[in-house]
């Protein structure tokens, strides 16, 4: 006879989706609330560097299609919020620990956007990234973050050729700008290849995330993809990635690339990049600033349900 974990295993090795109301372990709860909470934390604080390019894109079409973008991400949170809510996590709780600085998001918004090229090198690398990871996670064992992630994919495809977009335009403009399009992959190559978590011999959480089917492919295997990717891409640019080691090994048909700083990886996880603070005080300024609306909200729906009993 198979006990509770054992059923729980053979369902997840037969491929069938954990729903919220099905028996989990705790330890694969407490996981998927950790990781999705931070995956949403991620997008709304990822709203932040891009947010301040919206005043000044380069023309009304590039802005609408900024402002929507932004807009996508704060969905992107909301539906990952949603989905680690079913875990029986209250979000208030979650929006605490992110203010609080307890739960993590990812390092790569804690990087500063100083031109209007960042706003092409956040698209084409940090979504590029970022899909590369959620194409997999569209597959993960648990039902409800499965299909959010199919949605979020299609959204950030766009997000990705918007980037490739701007910075395939600066890249055929004049010498100025082609030098900003240069400088702005220059900056996000490394942090972009930091989003994937550290080496594989080093990542606490993925042996059991790999087991239970959360995750599916390794940090080390997908950095491995969008680094292969982005060589073939960075061609059409006619621009190139600032590492001197990155070359073709034939003997594994992928790329080989140089070491990344793992000591700046960890003082960014750990608050300490150029602008963790910043980033911290803005969701912090925010949530304080909407308190009459949640307030107005809740007194609104109070108002409606005692209507409905009377
Ligand atoms: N930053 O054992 P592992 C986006 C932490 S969405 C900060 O390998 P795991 C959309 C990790 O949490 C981008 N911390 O961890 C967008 C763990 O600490 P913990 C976000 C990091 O979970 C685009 C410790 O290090 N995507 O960009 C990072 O198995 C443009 C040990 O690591 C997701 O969140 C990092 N980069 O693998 C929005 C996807 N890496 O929690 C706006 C879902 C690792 O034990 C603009 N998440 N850590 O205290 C995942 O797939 C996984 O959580 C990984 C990490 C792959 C991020």
Not at 162 to 190: S, V, Y
Request: charged share 25%; net charge neutral; hydrophobic share 40%.
């Amino acid at each position: 006879m198979e006990n509770v974990e054992q059923k729980f295993q053979s369902a997840i090795d037969a491929e069938i989706k954990i729903e919220p109301r099905n028996w989990m372990p705790d330890a694969y709860r407490k996981t998927l609330i950790r990781q999705i909470s931070q995956h949403a934390h991620s997008e709304i604080v990822g709203m932040l560097p891009e947010g301040a390019w919206i005043t000044r894109a380069p023309s009304l079409k590039r802005k609408a299609i900024l402002l929507a973008k932004v807009q996508d991400e704060a969905g992107h949170g909301l539906y990952l919020y949603s989905a680690a809510e079913t875990l029986g996590e209250s979000r208030e709780q979650m929006i605490n620990d992110l203010h609080s600085g307890k739960a993590k998001y990812s390092s790569i918004f804690n990087y500063p956007t100083i031109s209007w090229a960042d706003m092409g090198a956040i698209g084409w690398l940090v979504d590029g990234a970022a899909i590369l990871n959620q194409v997999m996670l569209c597959r993960t064992s648990y039902g409800p973050y499965a299909r959010a992630m199919v949605r979020i994919c299609k959204e950030e495809s766009f997000h990705q050729r918007q980037g490739f977009d701007i910075l395939l335009t600066l890249a055929n403009g004049t010498p100025e700008q082609k030098a900003m399009c240069q400088d702005a992959i220059n900056r996000w190559w490394w942090p972009s290849l930091m989003m994937f978590g550290p080496k594989d011999s080093e990542s606490t959480n993925s042996d059991q995330s790999m087991k239970w089917k959360i995750k599916r492919k390794s940090n080390d295997e997908l950095r491995q993809n969008f680094v292969d990717m982005c060589v073939q891409q960075v061609k059409v640019l006619g621009m190139t990635l600032p590492d001197p080691d990155l070359k073709w090994n034939e003997g594994k048909q992928q790329h080989d690339w140089g070491e990344i700083d793992w000591d700046e990886f960890w003082a960014v996880v750990k608050g300490n990049g150029p602008c963790n603070k910043e980033r911290l005080d803005a969701r912090r300024n925010a949530w304080n600033k909407g308190a009459w609306v949640r307030e107005a909200a809740a007194a609104h729906a109070a108002k409606q349900a005692a209507k409905q009993k009377q």
